[in-house]
Every structure is written in structure tokens, then in C-alpha cells.
């Protein structure tokens, strides 16, 4: 996992000084997107489903619409 942030940092993916912890947080609560910014031009998210989960959560794709256009996401492939 260093390895990795190490690699992120060399490869201009990743600056402690730019870092948005609140953004970090806010994209990460379960309620709001559950995703990260894996690096610039990649987004992983838990997925849409019309189905509310154990949790009670239910982030239906219409949720994601206003986050992908406010990050320029352009193409998502789901797998």
C-alpha cells in the first residue's frame, strides 16, 4: 500500500499539499457516493442499484449524474 501511494506521488497522481481531506470524506461517506478519485482520470464508486441495500442505503444512477458531471466523467464501464 506505501509502495503504491510512493508510485501515485512519483507519477504525479497523488500531493499531500493538494489533498482535500473533506472532499476525501464527503465522496467516501456511504450515503453521499461511496467512491474515490483512484487518480485523475479514474473514479471507483460502489455502483448504482435501484435496490436500497442492508444498510438502507440505496444510490440509485440518477445519485451519481450530478457527481460525474462535477468531476467531468464522461464514460463509465461497469464490471
Not at 506505501?2 to 465522496?27: H, K, M, P, T
Not at 444510490?59 to 464514460?75: E, I, K, Q
Amino acid at each position: 500500500c506505501l509502495r503504491g501511494l510512493q508510485r501515485a506521488v512519483e507519477c504525479g497522481f497523488f500531493s499531500f499539499e493538494n489533498f482535500d481531506i473533506d472532499a476525501y470524506e464527503e465522496l467516501d461517506d456511504i450515503e453521499v457516493a461511496d467512491a474515490h478519485i483512484i487518480c485523475p482520470k479514474f473514479l471507483a464508486f460502489r455502483g448504482p442499484t435501484d435496490i436500497q441495500d442492508h444498510d438502507g442505503v440505496h444510490l440509485s444512477p440518477s445519485t451519481y449524474l450530478p457527481l460525474f458531471a462535477s468531476l467531468n466523467v464522461s464514460t463509465v464501464v461497469r464490471l
